[in-house]
């Protein structure tokens, strides 16, 4: 299917380790994304991942990929309030840099 | 020396009318494009533009028709407003080639009453 699907709502303590998972669609895909988007601005950039890759850290950021699958996963350590937004992931596919989004899970971190 | 700004943030219009977002980017990038998320968060891409040329054109209607006036510029023109244009509209600007992020606008929150 064209659609890059994501579970829409995560709940978390803060503290905890967050785990949000993404399934996209084309094994062609040249690059996997994670945005965050807080309320009422654009979409950041939080880190990517290349094809070719299985795992990928940054800081308290963790991305795995499983190509098999199509299984793409972001996880955060030690979750913070300030991590409360959507996240989205993304896949550009090969050829003319056609970015598809996810549908976005909402992460909320209870204090 | 914002990235990429459009304007306005908020625009509410009557149906019918016709309006203009406006974007500009200061990153020196070759491609900007136009998002639409809706009431649900979804992002569809509308637009992207290389070098004044429409690269990529999704199945939206003709009254929406994107402008570039130069490399740093592309402003989305829609007409004749319907109430399901509502939604938020994201300008996003890359640099050629595959391993190049999108950096995106904060947004523009379009109401059509």
């Known amino acids: 299917g064209e659609d890059v699907e994501q579970s829409l709502f995560l709940s978390v303590r803060e503290g905890d380790s967050s785990v949000i998972n993404c399934t996209y669609t084309d094994s062609s895909s040249t690059y996997l994304y994670w945005y965050k988007q807080e309320p009422g601005a654009g979409l950041q950039l939080l880190t990517y991942i290349f094809s070719n890759m299985d795992m990928k850290q940054d800081q308290r950021l963790t991305v795995l990929l499983n190509k098999k699958d199509k299984h793409l996963s972001l996880r955060i350590a030690d979750t913070q309030t300030g991590d409360s937004a959507i996240y989205f992931c993304?896949?550009?596919?090969?050829?003319?840099?056609?970015?598809?989004f996810g549908t976005g899970t909402k992460l909320q971190v209870i204090p | 020396d914002t990235a990429v700004s459009q304007t306005p943030k908020y625009l509410v219009t009557q149906m019918g009318n016709d309006k203009s977002i406006k974007c500009e980017q200061n990153?020196?990038?070759?491609?900007m494009y136009w998002y639409k998320q809706d009431s649900k968060k979804f992002l569809k891409i509308m637009f992207s533009y290389n070098n004044k040329e429409l690269i990529i054109n999704e199945t939206v209607p003709n009254r929406f028709s994107p402008k570039s006036p130069d490399k740093a510029h592309l402003n989305l023109h829609i007409n004749s407003l319907e109430l399901g244009d509502s939604a938020v509209y994201f300008c996003?600007?890359?640099?050629?080639?595959?391993?190049?992020?999108?950096?995106f606008g904060n947004g523009t929150r379009l109401t059509v009453t």
């Open positions: 996003a600007s890359s640099q050629e080639g595959n391993n190049s992020p999108l950096h």
């Open positions: 993304a896949e550009v596919r090969p050829g003319y840099q056609k970015v598809t």
């Open positions: 990153l020196g990038h070759d491609t």
